[in-house]
């Protein structure tokens, strides 16, 4: 059983950067796809950006794409989302997940285990 822990949000300003952590224990991160998804109020939850196993597939949102970097340090068994230029519409609960087998960066695919979630905000 593996558990997730995110950390990292909270209120920032538009143009802002925010890094998001997600610390994994009761397994190695390094054997699972990692991703990050979000859910924003009256949406269905979207990935975000994720990680294939043996990192061998990167996908990043659209919405996303050149703001928004994900990573992981296996040996802390931590994954990372980097988040710069926010914007208001970047506002959501955001989850961390990781699944043994990888299909695609998406909520509607299964995902093995997810975070609590962490409340990002950005608003001036």
């Known amino acids: 059983q593996v558990q997730l822990v995110e950390s990292g949000g909270g209120l920032v300003q538009p143009g802002g950067s925010l890094r998001l952590s997600c610390a994994a224990s009761g397994g190695t991160l390094a054997y699972y796809a990692i991703g990050w998804f979000r859910q924003a109020p009256g949406k269905e939850r979207e990935g975000v950006s994720c990680i294939s196993g043996r990192n061998i597939i990167t996908y990043v949102a659209d919405s996303v794409k050149g703001r928004f970097t994900i990573s992981r340090d296996n040996a802390n068994h931590t994954m990372y989302l980097q988040m710069n230029s926010l914007k208001p519409e970047d506002t959501a609960v955001y989850y961390c997940?990781?699944?043994?087998?990888?299909?695609?960066?998406?909520?509607?695919?299964?995902?093995?285990?997810w975070g609590q979630g962490t409340q990002v905000t950005v608003s001036s």
């Open positions: 997940a990781v699944s043994r087998a990888y299909y695609s960066c998406s909520a509607s695919v299964p995902w093995d285990y």
